[in-house]
């Protein structure tokens, strides 16, 4: 038997792509105790929200707590914000509205799959599913202007309209990419080696994931129907044929196998709402200051987003409050480790997609 | 095995899939949100563009207290392009505030110039500069604001004294 | 005005440890987070739950009228990752709460309770 060593992984590490620091009694290679951190990026935004910006334009700010799910917290806060003020988007607003949410979805799971891929040891695979998500990133910037702050929301609507010829372009670029991601799927799903590193690793089992609250991706790999696009009224997802994707392994290979599912549905989901876009406006007016308290649940690529708002009838808001996904995923994160080989840490981290920046706000 | 080579092969002689930026010019698309861009003789000054903007990067200073003329300035390294000053301008149409589709340069060797960028960027040679500039334009501005709304309470009051001598007067 | 399908149950600092042990089904509901709001030199509590079969049913476990200086019970028993939300409410406003430390997200000791309106 070896000595307790203490491996500290984070705040900077090679394998992070935001700073959290675990700290890692181990014992041989097995990991047996684990301290976490995550503030590192604390912004103080919500401090920010309730102070400094107008109701119009927080969105503008809150966005800029995550560039993969920045769309995400737009939607959250618009959602909520629209409750108060009592004003409804329009139909195409929302098919708008969905596509980008849908698109955005679309990069950061490819992104996530192919840094699993990558710190699996697997540069190659990393390296395809970047090429192929430049093809929504170009997409993304075609639509909006812009490659990761979209700012397409706007109080009563969106601000851009998708024309006839981008919806072409959209179909045009979205077929072909999936037949790209249906050949990486196939990579992921039937790689020996990939496989080696990645199954039965970090297992979650259906009734652990209930107790621990997990969401996401890393949920409905443990075979957990949860998504709330599904359990919350936010976008037209029941008119587009939504349907949860799950699997029952509950390992660091069925989440990457969740994630690569769920392009492929949101794939078609887009490809649904284009063929069906409505006519009609893409704003309408609202007046009024917000009053009142709502709770809105959103979902991210990474799991579930959760916004209270409460205003107070003026123009700054009395309290915003946002629960991201990686939140609520750090406690189970935290139990995994321990009784994991230590060369494992990586893959089990990156499997869980950790937004730093979201949690710490 | 022979699949693999000749895949091999095939990426050994297609076209890389990167830009070769910055050696080559990065297109932007149709629509694409870059710099802001100011046309003063359409402007009506309602300041709506420096109430709305997030970071703060329209700054409009009062120069003259008696005319209230005041000079439109706009940093392009604050900026985050998110288009809602050009979204409130009431004169956007007309192209008073417009966001072009090609982005800034980046801050290196000079500063960029242009007329439309407003007046800052045009006083400044030094790229290591802008920083202290703005900051420095931030407080001057404020003061600029406060100096005239002193000016206009003056200005009342003494329009009230002169009604109240012509009234005491008649 | 309030999304109708958000139930509210108002409780005391007492009970409300008490209610959640009684009430929570892990099977069935689905713990969010917990949340504080100053409403001026009071705090008020939320803890936030969801349904996972019924669409947009939340519950909500209110406490009003908590001062700054009582001591804030813990559910991490019942709900083991709950201690996030609890060492962030900490942080965020200043207060007590059972089994938890400070410094999470605030490092800097300086600063003290952001989220208070009186600091
Ligand atoms: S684009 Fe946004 S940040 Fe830039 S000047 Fe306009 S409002 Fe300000
Ligand atoms: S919003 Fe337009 S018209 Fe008004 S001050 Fe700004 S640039 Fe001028």
Known sequence: MGNKIVVPFGSQHIALPEPVSFLFDTKNEIITNVKVDVGYVHRGIEKAAITKFEFTNVSYLLTR??????????????????????????????????????????????????????????????MQGVKDREIVMDLLENITGNRIQYDIYTIGGVRRD???????????????????????????????????????????SLDDAKKYNVVGPIARASGLATDARAEFDYLPYDEVGFEIQTRTEGDVWARNIVRQMEVIHSIDLILRAIDNLPEGDIKVKYKGR???????????????????????????????????????????????????????????????????????? | MVKMFIESFKNLFSKPETVKYPFEPFPEPEGFRGTILYNEE???????????????????????????????????YLCIYCGACVDVCPKAD????????????????????????????????????????????EIRAKESREKYAEYKKQQRMKKRAQAQTKKENS | MINPNVEIFETTLEKVVEDIKNWYDYKKYHYV???????????????????YNEKNKMYVFRVTDVSFDTLIPSIANIIPSAWMAEWELRDMFDV????????????????????????
């Open chain 3, 96 to 119: 007590e709460v059972e089994n938890t430390q400070k410094g999470i997200f605030i490092k800097d000791p300086n600063i003290v309770a952001p989220l208070r309106k009186d600091k």
């Open chain 2, 94 to 137: 007309e192209g008073c505030l417009t966001q072009a589709n090609t982005r800034t340069k980046p801050l290196g060797e000079e500063v960029v110039k242009d007329k439309k960028l407003g007046y800052l960027m045009n006083r400044i040679t030094n790229p290591k500069e802008v920083e202290k500039a703005w900051s420095e334009l």
């Open chain 1, 290 to 361: 917000p009053k009142g308290e709502t709770f809105v649940r959103v979902e991210a690529p990474r799991g579930e987003c959760f916004y209270y708002l409460k205003g107070n009838g003026t123009k700054v808001l009395e309290r915003v409050r946002v629960r991201v996904p990686t939140y609520s995923n750090i406690p189970i994160l935290k139990e995994l480790f321990v009784g994991e080989k230590y060369s494992d840490a990586q893959p089990i981290v990156l499997s869980f997609d950790p937004c730093m920046s979201c949690t710490a706000r």
């Open chain 1, 162 to 204: 998708i024309s006839k010829e981008t919806a072409e372009y959209i179909k045009k670029q979205l077929l072909k990419l999936k037949d790209k991601v249906l050949k990486v799927y196939d990579f992921y799903d039937t790689d020996y080696t990939f496989g080696l590193k990645t199954k039965g690793i970090s297992y979650i």
């Open chain 3, 33 to 51: 987070t917990i949340n504080g709001v100053d409403e001026g030199g009071k705090l008020r509590i939320d803890w936030i739950f969801a349904d």
């Open chain 2, 42 to 76: 359409l402007c009506i000054f309602c300041d709506k563009c420096e109430n709305v903007c997030p970071p703060g990067a329209i700054l409009f200073e009062i120069v003259d207290i008696e005319t209230n003329k005041r000079e439109y300035n706009y940093n392009p």
């Open chain 1, 65 to 126: 707590i995550c560039g993969f799910c920045s769309i995400t917290h737009a939607g959250g806060y618009h959602h909520g914000i629209e409750k108060l003020l009592d004003v409804e988007a329009p139909k195409r607003a929302e098919y708008i509205r969905l596509i980008i949410t849908e698109l955005d979805r679309i990069h950061s799971h490819l992104l996530a799959n192919a840094h699993v891929a990558e710190v699996a040891g697997y540069e190659n695979l990393f």
